[in-house]
């Protein structure tokens, strides 16, 4: 009876192992390992701002300092010097500077015109251009500004120009550095501050600047 008993426990012990072992497909699998997430190291691309507004830079303009430079306009005849006074003289009527009242002639020349209290601007000394008898130029209290004195740069035997009570200011003096013949320079009243006033240095025949009532100070003159 035992040895039955071993028998039996015998034969179920190796059927327990031919189940567990001999049969391959009876293992157990365990799930594999799961890899760790790989980083994307593809570069992004990074799409350009839109609608952003076009930054665009002031065009910059040649200052007078460069224009100054020009050479002068062609000079007018005495004839033609003479329409143009007489053309401001039916413009504008009286200035009390003699008869004809807004300029004087000297040996059939026009040597002497006022434009002073009028309307005259800028655009209006076009007309000047080429005056080179003009001796004396009278402008006070006039509508005109540094930028309209580009004109005037060759009126090489102007000797008086009265600026005072206008716009003129820095920039515009650089044009008058050509007009070496000019004694007598009023700039009362105006824009001029000291930071204009080395272009007058060429002025070697300059004898009366009046700056009364401007931003000039003794460091200004002093430059």
């Known amino acids: ?38 980083t994307n190291t593809t570069p992004v691309a990074i799409e350009p701002a839109t609608n952003v507004p ?22 007018k005849s005495t004839a033609e010097q003479k329409e143009v006074a007489d053309q401001f003289e039916a413009r504008f009527g009286r200035a009390g500077v003699g008869k004809p009242v807004r300029y004087k002639e000297q040996d059939g020349k026009v040597t002497v015109l006022s434009l002073s209290d009028t309307i005259v601007n800028d655009n209006d000394l076009a007309a000047l251009e080429g005056m080179n008898d003009l001796e004396t130029l009278l402008l006070t209290r006039t509508k005109i500004t540094g930028a309209g004195l580009k004109h005037l740069r060759g009126l090489s035997g102007l000797k008086k120009l009265a600026l005072d009570d206008t716009a003129v200011d820095d920039a515009g003096l650089v044009w008058l550095s050509g007009l070496t013949e000019l004694q007598d320079l009023n700039l009362l009243h105006t824009r001029v501050t000291g930071a204009g006033l080395p272009a007058l240095a ?6 009366k600047l009046n700056l009364q009532s401007t931003a000039v100070d003794d460091a200004g003159l002093e430059a």
């Open 1 to 38: 009876m035992r040895t039955k008993w071993i028998a039996i426990g015998s034969l179920m012990f190796g059927s327990l192992v031919a189940q567990g072992c001999g049969d391959s497909q009876s293992v157990v699998q365990l799930p594999p390992e799961e890899s760790p997430p790989t």
């Open 54 to 75: 076009e930054v665009k830079q002031p065009a910059v303009k040649p200052g007078p300092s460069v224009e100054a430079s020009l050479p002068a306009p062609k000079a």
């Open 202 to 207: 060429t002025l070697a025949s300059l004898e």
